[in-house]
């Protein structure tokens, strides 16, 4: 019996298997990738709301603090403030000046007293019932309550003093001792971080200044004034009172 001897050809074993282990890994590549960009946009994103939020907490201590500033030098009169005898004594913490050289003054200790924080978060117990409701905007639905809204637990502040250390008057007085009426505020606004995180802080400071003169405070750009900053209230609305609007974080009247 003559065997007739077949010629096999030979089939590559297991590239398809290779094929698909290939592809899932390119497609898991290409999630993680999508992935990280999307956690790094929304920590850019978080970091950014932080920035504004300790930024707006800042100025409403800025704000807070020239008012009690401006009741203390209109109840003194004509006499020199004391920053001992109106404010306490100086603060002792690191990097906050110096008790003894440039002394650095709480004006609005916090609730647990001098050294501590401000909260500027939203107390539903104290407030009104409009404002956690939708509105008159919802109109002609009745008004309904929020679902939800931040209440900037984590959202504080601090505001400090330091005397501008005047040339003239008050010499032998020390820096604690104000005689031009012109002292330095210096507000900071923290957002706590989450679980051991880092926290955002923003500080804004002003040279406040108490004049006799007409002062206004108004919204405004100071493309309306000069380039120093100063908004001449009378030449813009024709006023023969006069006085000066400033506009600028580094000077501001009371």
Same mark, same amino acid.
């Given at each position: &019996?003559?065997?007739?001897t077949r010629t096999h050809s030979r089939q590559p074993r297991?590239?398809?298997?290779?094929?698909?282990?290939?592809?899932? !890994?390119?497609?898991? &590549?290409?999630?993680?990738?999508?992935?990280?960009?999307?956690?790094?946009?929304?920590?850019?994103?978080?970091?950014?709301?932080?920035?504004?939020?300790?930024?707006?907490?800042?100025?409403?201590? &800025?704000?807070?603090?020239?008012?009690?500033?401006?009741?203390? &030098?209109?109840?003194?009169?004509?006499?020199?403030?004391?920053?001992?005898?109106? +404010?306490? !004594?100086?603060?002792?913490?690191?990097?906050?000046?110096? %008790? !003894?050289?440039? %002394?650095?003054?709480?004006? +609005?200790?916090?609730?647990?007293?001098?050294?501590?924080?401000?909260?500027?978060?939203? @107390?539903?117990?104290?407030?009104?019932?409009? @404002?956690?409701?939708?509105?008159?905007?919802?109109?002609? +639905? %009745? @008004?309904?309550?929020?679902?939800?809204?931040?209440?900037?637990?984590?959202?504080?502040?601090?505001?400090? +003093?330091?005397?501008?250390?005047?040339?003239?008057?008050?010499?032998?007085?020390?820096?604690?001792?104000?005689?031009?009426?012109?002292?330095?505020?210096?507000?900071?606004?923290?957002?706590?971080?989450?679980?051991?995180?880092? %926290?955002?802080?923003?500080?804004?400071?002003?040279?406040?200044?108490?004049?006799?003169?007409? #002062?206004?405070?108004?919204?405004?750009?100071?493309?309306?004034?000069?380039?120093?900053?100063?908004?001449?209230?009378?030449?813009?609305?024709?006023?023969? #009172?006069?006085?000066?609007?400033?506009?600028?974080?580094? !000077?501001?009247?009371?």
């Amino acid at each position: &019996m003559v065997q007739r001897t077949r010629t096999h050809s030979r089939q590559p074993r297991g590239f398809t298997l290779l094929l698909a282990l290939g592809v899932v !890994a390119v497609v898991t &590549m290409a999630v993680m990738l999508s992935f990280s960009v999307v956690g790094r946009e929304a920590d850019t994103q978080s970091d950014t709301r932080r920035k504004k939020e300790a930024f707006y907490a800042a100025e409403a201590g &800025m704000a807070e603090g020239r008012e009690k500033v401006r009741l203390l &030098m209109t109840n003194l009169g004509p006499a020199t403030l004391d920053l001992t005898l109106a +404010l306490g !004594a100086p603060v002792n913490e690191p990097g906050l000046g110096n %008790p !003894a050289t440039d %002394p650095w003054f709480e004006v +609005l200790p916090g609730p647990g007293g001098a050294g501590t924080w401000n909260y500027y978060g939203l @107390d539903t117990l104290t407030a009104q019932p409009g @404002d956690l409701q939708s509105g008159p905007d919802s109109l002609p +639905l %009745p @008004d309904e309550d929020y679902a939800d809204y931040p209440v900037q637990n984590r959202v504080r502040y601090r505001v400090f +003093l330091r005397n501008d250390r005047e040339l003239t008057g008050g010499i032998g007085a020390g820096p604690t001792v104000d005689y031009n009426r012109q002292v330095w505020l210096i507000a900071v606004g923290e957002v706590e971080g989450i679980e051991n995180s880092r %926290p955002t802080r923003s500080v804004v400071q002003a040279l406040v200044s108490q004049q006799t003169k007409e #002062s206004k405070y108004s919204p405004g750009s100071t493309e309306q004034g000069g380039g120093d900053g100063l908004y001449n209230y009378g030449a813009e609305t024709g006023s023969s #009172s006069g006085g000066e609007i400033v506009i600028s974080n580094d !000077a501001q009247t009371i």
